[in-house]
C-alpha cells in the first residue's frame, strides 16, 4: 500500500504521482488519506468529510 498525490481526474480516470505500480496495472482498491493510519510525505489537504469517519 502507498500513500499517493492526486494531480488530476479525467472522467473514470484518477492521475496521480507516486504510487508503486508498472504503468497501466488496474487498481483494485481506492481508499482516501485517514490521518491516524497514514504517514505521507510533506503537506496533505484532507477533504472535511474525512475527519467525519468513523474508523
Do not use: A, F, N, S
Request: aromatic share 10%.
Amino acid at each position: 500500500m502507498c500513500t499517493v498525490r492526486l494531480v488530476g481526474i479525467e472522467g473514470t480516470t484518477l492521475h496521480v504521482q507516486g504510487l508503486d505500480v508498472i504503468d497501466g496495472t488496474p487498481v483494485i482498491d481506492i481508499k482516501p488519506y485517514t490521518p491516524p493510519y497514514d504517514e505521507p510525505k510533506g503537506e496533505v489537504r484532507v477533504p472535511e468529510w474525512v475527519y467525519r469517519l468513523k474508523y
